[in-house]
Each structure stands twice: as structure tokens, then as C-alpha cells.
């Protein structure tokens, strides 16, 4: 079952910050996070393990909630370049093979 | 460029016709994804595969056959495809533990006619 992504679209000015969530229904194992940019490739930002971790990547950091099945992605001071579409991907039940991606969540950042 | 190339980048099929898309990696990954991207619709998982062997076929309709001859290529076969299928097709790949991510290629654009 696919996890529930919020907001589905966010228009930021650029130096605004924005968090991006992640929740499913069952037990998560791992949460990770993509950021694809128009006609790209979608590009690895950060996995979170089961354990409540929060990790940091620059400006983007991520919280994981094991209790309440959910992962937030923090952008704070957006930068132009942060523009793209987020995806988090769940992975339940210890195995990798089957990750589940979210619908994605549309960033813009205007100057 | 990512380290997980795909060819063709873009693909005009007919019904009848038979191709083939093409994955390669050089990363020293060990497993194998190929993903379906529609608009408006999340990632979906097709098929993966572990050491050569495929250990997951998300219930993907026989007409996409996949085929992974060794570590570092994967392709999907098509034949008798429908306009529904037209999508982006990613690939990706990983260690088996997986917790370095996944690392996708630019995709093969895939349209049905």
C-alpha cells in the first residue's frame, strides 16, 4: 500500500522553508527520499532506518516517527535548485526489493 | 549522468511490435529494478532482481518480459503492448541491503501508438 504524501504542490520564494510529509499505514522499516527534477532522473537524498532516526543532507533534513508511521522532509532556506518533485519511498517488512513510492509532492521555488 | 545508463531514451511502438529496453550499471550494485512512471500515478514497481535471480514480479502483465543476464544489465522485453502502457520506464539499482538508496537512470519514454 502506497504511503500518503502532503502537500501535493507547495510554491515557495526562494530563502522560505517548507516541510514535506510522509505517513503510511503499516509498520515502516525505512523511509527514503527522492528529489526528480523535469525530464531527470529521480536522485537519492537520505534513508531513514526504523529507530525514530532524524538525518541531515546541507539544508534538507528528515525525521522519521516509527510510532506514527510517518517521515517528514525539512527544506529550510530553499534555495532555486531545490525545485523538483519529491518522492518518499517506504519499505516495510525488512526487505529492501519493495520500496513503495508516494505520489510526490511538487516543489517551486521563485527567486 | 547517474552511472545507470538506459537506452533508448525515447521509444514510438506499435501494438504489434516487439522491443526491447536496456539498463547498465557499473556500480558494483547487485540488485535491479525496473520502475513504471505514468502521470498523475506513483512509481510503480515492476520487476527485481537480486544476484541474477528475480525475486520480486509485481504482478506486471506477461506482454513485459524481463531478462537479467548478468549483474550489471537488465532489459525488459515488450511485445504486444497497449496505449495504456505508454509511460516512463526507470531503472534502478542498489546493494542488496539497500541503504545507500537507489540509484535511477533518465528513463526510456515509451509511447504506444
Known amino acids: 500500500q502506497q504511503p500518503v504524501q502532503s502537500p501535493q504542490a507547495v510554491i515557495l520564494r526562494e530563502g522560505e522553508d517548507a516541510v514535506i510529509n510522509c505517513s503510511s499505514s503499516k509498520a515502516l522499516y525505512s523511509v527514503h527520499w527522492y528529489r526528480q527534477k523535469h525530464g531527470e532522473a529521480p536522485v537519492f537524498l537520505m534513508i531513514l532506518l526504523k529507530g525514530g532516526e532524524q538525518k541531515g543532507h546541507e539544508k534538507i533534513s528528515a525525521s522519521f516517527n516509527e510510532k506514527k508511521q510517518q517521515s517528514s522532509l525539512y527544506l529550510t532556506a530553499s534555495q532555486l535548485s531545490y525545485s523538483g518533485t519529491y518522492f518518499c519511498g517506504t519499505e516495510t517488512g525488512g526487505s529492501n526489493y519493495k520500496l513503495t513510492f508516494g505520489k510526490g509532492t511538487l516543489l517551486t521555488v521563485n527567486p | 549522468e547517474t552511472g545507470v545508463t538506459q537506452t533508448p531514451r525515447h521509444l514510438v511502438m506499435g501494438m504489434t511490435n516487439k522491443k526491447s529496453l536496456k539498463c547498465e550499471q557499473h556500480?558494483?550494485?547487485?540488485?535491479m529494478y525496473w520502475y513504471k512512471q505514468s502521470a498523475k500515478k506513483p512509481l510503480e514497481l515492476m520487476f527485481v532482481y537480486s544476484l541474477e535471480e528475480r525475486v520480486e514480479n509485481n504482478s506486471v502483465p506477461s506482454r513485459f518480459s524481463p531478462e537479467c543476464p548478468n549483474s550489471s544489465h537488465l532489459f525488459l522485453h515488450l511485445h504486444t503492448l497497449q496505449p495504456e502502457d505508454s509511460a516512463l520506464y526507470l531503472c534502478?539499482?542498489?546493494?542488496?541491503?539497500?541503504?545507500?538508496?537507489?540509484?535511477f537512470g533518465s528513463g526510456t519514454r515509451l509511447t504506444v501508438v
Open positions: 534502478a539499482s542498489s546493494t542488496r541491503a539497500g541503504r545507500d538508496g537507489y540509484t
Open positions: 556500480l558494483g550494485h547487485n540488485a
